[in-house]
């Protein structure tokens, strides 16, 4: 049972574009939202994270959206730059435990 | 600077042989972690630990196995190598610090098993 479902598998944007990630959980006892980074040959680094108390957090270029009631978050990148091609994980994990548990990852290339 | 440090990078080993991946960490977390990523399944549980002489069994535990003697180190040991444990390993940490946590990753070590 798949807990962290992450769409799409991959995405190809032009430079200045949107770039939109989307994950949906099962989980109700989840409480904590973050994303993951990862460049080829590296390993994953947190990039932005929620709790569901709010139903938005921007930090930058980054803003992830958040919708308890549909079990869904998404991230999105504004002015898509080509330094921003890596692959992408959302994550959850629920109080008391910091174990995470990821979606299988989004592919991103954003074209110059 | 604080970091966290995989070795071996990279590993080519044989069918049945016993293999330990190393895990080292300088921040001093109390909570490491160790993840396998193949392509399709994203990153996966295998063990995980929250402190000296703790283990637990991830998602993925089975023919792997790990031990905590100290705060630092997590190693990671194959009992019997299967061609299945070929993957990327990737090893965490992180200390629970508040609201927004993070888990800082190792570098990965890539291993194929024949």
């Known amino acids: 049972q798949q807990q962290v479902k992450q769409s799409p598998q991959s995405l190809i944007v032009q430079k200045g574009g949107i770039s939109i990630i989307n994950c949906a959980y099962e989980?109700?006892?989840?409480?904590?939202f973050p994303w993951y980074q990862q460049f080829p040959g590296k390993g994953p680094a947190l990039l932005i994270a929620i709790r569901p108390d709010v139903s938005e957090k921007k930090e930058g270029r980054f803003t992830i959206s958040f919708n308890k009631s549909a079990k869904q978050f998404s991230l999105h990148i504004m002015d898509s730059q080509p330094g921003d091609s890596a692959t992408y994980f959302c994550?959850?994990?629920?109080?008391?435990?910091?174990?995470?548990?990821f979606g299988k990852g989004m592919k991103l290339t954003v074209n110059p | 600077d604080a970091e966290i440090t995989q070795s071996p990078r990279h590993k080519i080993t044989e069918t049945g042989r016993q293999v330990t991946l190393a895990c080292h960490q300088t921040w001093n977390h109390n909570n490491m972690f160790w993840y396998r990523q193949d392509l399709g399944h994203g990153l996966r549980l295998i063990h995980y630990s929250y402190g000296v002489h703790d283990t637990n069994k991830g998602e993925v535990s089975d023919g792997y196995s790990v031990s905590r003697s100290n705060t630092e180190d997590l190693p990671l040991t194959l009992e019997s190598a299967a061609s299945s444990q070929t993957s990327v390993y990737f090893c965490a940490s992180s200390e629970s610090t508040g609201a927004m946590y993070e888990q800082f990753f190792g570098p990965g070590t890539r291993l194929t098993v024949l």
């Open positions: 994550a959850a994990s629920m109080s008391g435990s910091e174990k995470l548990v």
């Open positions: 989980n109700t006892a989840f409480d904590y």
